[in-house]
């Protein structure tokens, strides 16, 4: 089953972002194996990044291995603090 996830940094703008972005994703531009979707975007009062993957293992694959790892060495110019963090088993998932 798809599993969504929604991070929203409060102050978090898109410069903070575009340092995180190239840390954490392939070079390519492609998506992490299992991510399926992602989006960001200004929030009120942040910056917002959802993303869906292909299962709730995926996600925790992705966040074990790469995310928390390289967000916890430091990231210049990058976010300076955790999300507040949204996740759910997508029970519908549909794109075009």
């Not at 996830?5 to 410069?15: D, N």
């Not at 299992?34 to 925790?60: C, L, R, Y």
């Not at 074990?64 to 507040?84: C, K, N, Y």
């Amino acid at each position: 089953m798809a599993y969504g996830i929604i991070h929203f940094f409060p102050g978090g703008t898109r410069e903070q972002y575009e340092a995180a972005l190239p840390v954490v994703h392939p070079s390519d531009g492609s998506l992490p194996p299992g991510q399926i979707f992602h989006a960001a975007g200004p929030s009120a009062g942040g910056w917002t990044i959802m993303a869906v993957h292909d299962s709730k293992e995926s996600w925790e694959a992705f966040r074990d291995g790469i995310l928390m790892p390289r967000m916890q060495a430091g990231v210049a110019g990058s976010f300076t603090g955790p999300p507040q963090e949204t996740v759910f088993e997508a029970y519908k998932f549909q794109t075009g």
